[in-house]
């Protein structure tokens, strides 16, 4: 039976959307069957209760004519040169500045990704010519404070107070003045052996400093403490410095000296001659 | 607040007249000294000619001081063999060797009063004891107790018991000429020196961050130092060799260095170095050891 069937296109039929044959057909069956007419009109008393039917079902003519319309309306808004939106101005603009041939957008691509990477290290280059500026400038600071706190340590009470000042003076930059001059004291007058000794070793790194080698030759005959003599031999002889020949002789010629360190002072004075 | 304290040479004198038989028994003095502020780790120094200082930490606040005198009531013999001994080892001038060939001569049979003090000082200003025996004077043979954490400063020449310290926090510079340096149950830095004798430490711990050095002009260098020390050393021996069971990564002891700044307007400059650095457990605490003839022992604490 047709019914069957129609029950199935009831709901298509109120919305409309039904095509030409079909609807032709469907309303052929409802002229004639009292059931299905009856079952059509609870459905759309339903549908409308429900708001989901709207009162007046359009016709498929309607809607072309709709669709009509619009294009119409579009060719005018075209023709007058209205702009719709500033967003839409911009992109057309855009759009116009892109090139049309794949080849030359690829190019553009690439000329815009260089454009980037060249302004990027650009950028980056300067800030750090500047970075380095201040580094150099931190680097300068933190040599001049070294150098305070290793002054200051070596005039402390404590031994190993004293060890850490030469220790220090030896990882300056630019040790200066101040510094050479408080080593020497330091290896002229300590009273630690230990510290004395400390002071040797660093003085190694600076004897191309003017006077210090003059310094570390008179140093010699004053020293009391065997180590002492036998590592500032050493310097002196490592250092070639001939002006020593003569300390060296009075060394040698000193009955209290410790009979190691004049062997020492023997074999320097032969090589330093 | 300055206390000058000293020792009572007429208590000993009396009690050294009243005991003139018994010759050969050794006189001891006691003293106990305090700090100024005793809540604050203080530093004792002592500096003695002849004898041997022995410190030993302790839970007090005060410092102990014992002192033993040693006997130097000589028979007639010994006097004459003392003489000969030192014509012999030193090259004395001819009016020294006289005089004391003469002295020898007339004191013959006779014992040596103990007539004048003792000549022991002991001061105490702002937290430091100083402890001192006058030029000439007798050997004596220090024992003190101090607080765990006092700091020392111990001068001992010309003897060959040396200098013994045990349990002590503090920072420890000693020196001596003949005797051995034994440093036991330490931690704090230790600058010490030697000229004929060994030196030997056993670190409780080490307190980091402190520069130490030891260095011998004949005997050894024995250390021992905790497993987990962080220890950078430095070591440097003329004639010893260097012996450890640590692992220690060495750094190449560089013989010489370069370094060419001339074309920054600098100097050129060279440096020698004959050293031997190692690093244990990564760096740390400075630690320099230097010896002429001695070896050098570092040894970790069992």
Known sequence: ?273 | MKTIVRLAGIIILLWAVGMADSSQQSQADHAVVSFTNPAKPGSLEVDIREGSITVRGYEGKDVIIDARWRERVLTGEKREMEAALAEAEEELDQEELARKKAQAEKSRGMKMLAVESMGLTIEEEDNVIQVSVEEGKRAVDLVIQVPFSTSLQLSCRDDERGVTVERVNGEIEVDTSDGPITLTNVSGPVVADSSDGEIKVVFGKITPGKPMSLSAMDGDIDITLPLDVKASLKMKTDEGQIFTDFDVQLTPSQQKKEEDERKEGGGYRVTYEKVTLGLINGGGTEIQLTTYEGNIYVRKAK
């Open chain 1, 1 to 273: 039976m047709y019914c069957e069937r129609l029950k199935d296109l009831l709901a298509d039929y109120l919305v409309g959307e039904l095509d030409e044959k079909t609807l032709a057909e469907a309303q052929a069956h409802l002229a004639g069957c009292a059931a299905c007419r009856e079952e059509l009109e609870s459905l759309s008393a339903i549908w409308t209760k429900l708001g989901v039917l709207p009162k007046e079902q359009p016709s498929a003519a309607l809607r072309s004519r709709f669709y009509d319309m619009l294009e119409a309306y579009k060719e005018g808004l075209k023709r007058g040169g209205i702009a719709a939106r500033p967003l839409q101005s911009l992109s057309s603009w855009l759009s116009r500045l892109v090139p049309r041939r794949p080849a030359y957008q690829l190019a553009l691509a690439l000329v815009l990704i260089i454009a980037g990477l060249g302004s990027g290290y650009l950028l980056n280059v300067r800030s750090r010519s500047n970075a380095r500026f201040e580094v150099a400038t931190l680097k300068h600071e933190v040599n001049d404070m070294r150098r305070t706190v290793a002054v200051s340590l070596l005039k402390q009470a404590s031994p190993s107070e004293r060890l850490m000042g030469v220790s220090w003076s030896v990882q300056l930059d630019r040790p200066g003045d101040e510094i050479i001059a408080a080593l020497l004291e330091t290896l002229d007058h300590d009273s630690n052996v230990n510290v004395r000794l400390a002071a040797v070793d660093a003085l190694y790194l600076f004897y191309d400093h003017p006077e210090v080698k003059e310094r570390l030759v008179r140093s010699l005959a004053g020293q009391t403490s065997p180590l002492v003599q036998l590592s500032l031999i050493d310097l002196l002889v490592g250092i070639r410095e001939r002006r020593a020949v003569e300390a060296l002789g009075q060394l040698i010629q000193d009955h209290k000296i410790n009979p190691k360190v004049k062997k020492r002072a023997e074999l320097g004075l032969a090589q330093l001659s």
